[in-house]
């Protein structure tokens, strides 16, 4: 749920949260570039003054933010131990945060109490702090990395001996403490070069930038009360909803969930639509390809590929091992899938990696004001700005306050340095697997990837930050070894690099987003740290609340199976022992499904966007072979939903359709707190709803009667 209106890495999967593909974004780019023909921005806000930046930092800014991240961080955490699938809450965090302080600031004003005036400033304050504490749900590793390290995840995937490390609230808020901020300081001393010399698009960034813009407008004003009246709505709706469903859950594979949609055989392969408002909602806010890709995979996997293999057992895997087991059926589902995915990541990392150096090597050689001088004389001088012709009002305007505040360079270096070195001389302690060389190689590249991850994402609103927490899971993890705790060292250097990394790019993204809203680049900065130290202790406190809740969490078909813990295990586990513990033909069909993922790519990315936007897309593909298709039902659902409605009527689908998705994700996704203390509390549902063949209920009846 990072920065990023929708993002194929990060609307796909937990770790779809890495590309920007989206309605949303697109929209905000096209608007930057219609922005000469329309009239300017900045001249609509130019009488009202501009706050210095600690007046943009406001104590009631950061009590809404820390209320909504507690709400976000709730739905993010429900998402990941689901699916893993994230699409981007940016529009419900900014929506939310105007409403919360446009309320608060008119009570005031009525009372005569009001000293500051809700400002743009402010509201970005609130995005980019709401956005990097609940980031924290997802960075933090409790659906993939953290939680693969768990005794539990380790009993799946047969492999307890090679290490386990299980969930604790005092280590877990100290690891992510240790980790969050690193990236942080890595591209502080960037921020000019990438928002002004090489002038980055940052599409989300820039999107984000437009919506807060447009609240604070009279007419934009107007718009997000009706917005927000109804994601009110559908947020009541969708918490009646699944309050009213938890009656009917009173034992296993009982209420709404299991409802057998298109019959038991096809119920058995997962093929179901199991009423769930919040991947309904998730539906309508991604892009159809991505629904229809999820679709696809499920189809392909569970109502092809799986049955097929499962006519081969005892020929291909042993007849008698346990259904969740490595050695049977359940080794097919998540290597192959574990292969897609890299070989999606594969090719999308190679592709931005290219387009990063052949963009930078053009800007190097081709912007004349990227000089000694753009490193001095701008940075000395806070109100010089270019004054070139081509420069529009507006870029002059926002250049000027962009440069006004400074942070200073030895800060940052200072900050990385300092923080790095307490990293690397604590971590080895909370995993000695992990050792201190390791980490301090970590932190000597991870400059340069964060720089590497931060220019791709200005260029192509693509975040990497999965993929090279997956490139450290198999260097570190066949460096140490298996004998040597190879697999945790791995999967603890994920977290690593996957926290520096992906929090590098989140805070161009806020950089740009102030760019364009005159919020200053220190109030960007510290409402990013605060922010992340909320989630660092927030997240947390929620998982916890999740993980002493419900004692299957992490367990196949149940509510919370968090797919993706133990599909990073296999990874460790596959960097560390190689192949030679697969079943028979896994490994061909492992090498087939790789080599398609990058060449389904290569064709997507080769045709005309004409038909090449037709083409799915393999990472989306990946999930289901995990899963089952059926939140795929739901969320290829939202998507009717929206078709028809922007049908009938597109300007209200295109106002209001992202906020009635909103509204049905967070009112199931905050349902799971009350469901979290229910749970604890020994509160049980009291009916269960379950759906029988005839033949077995009339078995039943007769074993009633007798």
């Not at 298109?262 to 159809?288: E, H, N, R, W």
């Not at 690099?497 to 590098?504: F, G, P």
């Not at 790789?594 to 038909?611: E, M, R, T």
Request: proline share 5%; net charge positive; glycine share 8%.
């Amino acid at each position: 749920m990072r920065k990023g209106y929708l993002n194929p890495d990060r609307v796909v999967e937990h770790e779809l949260q890495e590309v920007g593909f989206s309605p949303e974004s697109e929209k905000g780019t096209n608007k930057h570039e219609e922005e000469e023909e329309e009239e300017s921005v900045e001249k609509i806000f130019e009488s009202r003054e501009v706050p210095s930046w600690t007046k943009q930092l406001t104590l009631r800014a950061f009590v809404v933010s820390f209320v909504l991240s507690i709400l976000f961080s709730f739905i993010v955490m429900k998402l990941n131990l689901t699916t893993g699938i994230i699409p981007s809450l940016n529009v419900s965090a900014g929506l939310l945060g105007f409403f919360f302080v446009k309320t608060w600031t008119k009570m005031l004003h009525r009372s005569g109490y009001l000293k500051q005036p809700f400002t743009r400033q402010e509201n970005t304050v609130i995005q980019t702090c709401v956005v990097a504490s609940s980031g924290i749900a997802f960075s933090g590793g409790f659906g993939t990395y953290l939680f693969g390290m768990s005794e539990r995840i380790a009993k799946q995937s047969g492999d307890v001996a090679r290490g386990v490390k299980n969930p604790s609230l005092g280590w877990i808020i100290g690891f992510l403490f240790v980790v969050s901020f690193l990236g942080l300081f890595s591209v502080v001393p960037l921020r000019k070069i990438m928002v002004i010399d090489f002038k980055l698009t940052y599409p989300s960034g820039t999107a984000t930038a437009h919506l807060i813009n447009s609240f604070h407008t009279p007419q934009g004003a107007k718009l997000a009360k009706k917005q927000v009246r109804v994601l009110g709505k559908f947020f009541s709706f969708s918490f009646l909803w699944s309050f009213f469903q938890w009656f009917f859950t009173g034992g296993e594979n009982c209420g709404f969930s299991n409802f057998p949609t298109f019959g038991l055989k096809a119920y058995q392969y997962k093929f179901y639509f199991d009423f769930s408002a919040t991947y309904v909602g998730v539906g309508m806010i991604c892009p159809y390809i991505i629904n229809i890709s999820v679709l696809l995979g499920g189809i392909l996997s569970w109502g092809i590929m799986w049955p097929l293999i499962e006519t081969k057992k005892g020929d291909w895997f042993p007849a008698d091992v346990e259904p969740s087991s490595m050695h049977g059926l359940q080794a097919y589902k998540v290597f192959i899938a574990v292969a897609i995915i890299l070989g999606d990541g594969l090719y999308n990392f190679c592709k931005v990696l290219s387009r990063t150096l052949s963009g930078l090597f053009v800007q190097l050689r081709g912007t004349p004001s990227f000089s000694r001088r753009s490193f001095t004389v701008q940075e000395e001088d806070p109100h010089a700005s270019p004054q070139s012709p081509k420069e529009s009002y507006d870029d002059q305007r926002r250049t000027r306050f962009f440069l006004k505040d400074q942070i200073p360079t030895w800060f940052a270096v200072g900050g990385y340095i300092i923080i790095s070195a307490t990293s690397t001389a604590i971590l080895p302690h909370m995993f000695h697997q992990l050792r201190w060389y390791y980490i301090l190689v970590i932190y000597i590249c991870a400059p340069i990837l964060a720089f590497c991850n931060a220019y791709g994402a200005g260029l192509t609103d693509w975040s990497l930050a999965s993929t090279y927490g997956k490139l450290a899971i198999f260097t570190i993890g066949a460096w140490a070894g298996s004998e040597h705790g190879g697999m945790l060292a791995g999967l603890a250097a994920c977290g690593v690099m996957m926290n520096i990394v992906s929090t590098a790019s989140d805070l161009t993204q806020d950089f740009k987003t102030g760019y364009l809203t005159l919020s200053s680049p220190k109030s960007m900065f510290v409402s990013q740290v605060i922010g992340t130290a909320m989630g660092c202790v927030v997240s947390p406190c929620v998982f916890w609340l999740f993980y002493k809740a419900f004692d299957d969490l992490g367990i196949p078909n149940s509510e919370y199976p968090a797919p993706f813990a133990t599909v990073y295990r296999s990874m460790a586990k596959l960097g560390v022992e190689g192949v030679a513990s697969l079943p028979r033909e896994c490994l061909v069909l492992c090498y087939a499904f790789f080599s398609v993922a990058i060449l389904v790519n290569i064709v997507k990315d080769s045709l005309p966007s004409k038909w090449g936007r037709f083409v799915p897309l393999p990472m989306a593909m990946a999930i289901p072979f995990f899963l089952g298709p059926y939140f795929a039902i739901d969320m290829c659902v939202g998507s009717l939903i929206l078709f028809i409605w922007e049908r009938v009527d597109a300007a209200k689908a295109e106002a209001f359709g992202t906020a009635v998705a909103s509204g049905l994700i967070c009112g199931d996704g905050i349902w799971s707190f009350p469901s979290s203390v229910l749970a604890i509390a020994g509160v049980n549902p009291p009916v269960c709803m379950k759906f029988l063949s005839a033949a077995t209920n009339s078995k039943v009846d007769s074993f009633l009667k007798s």
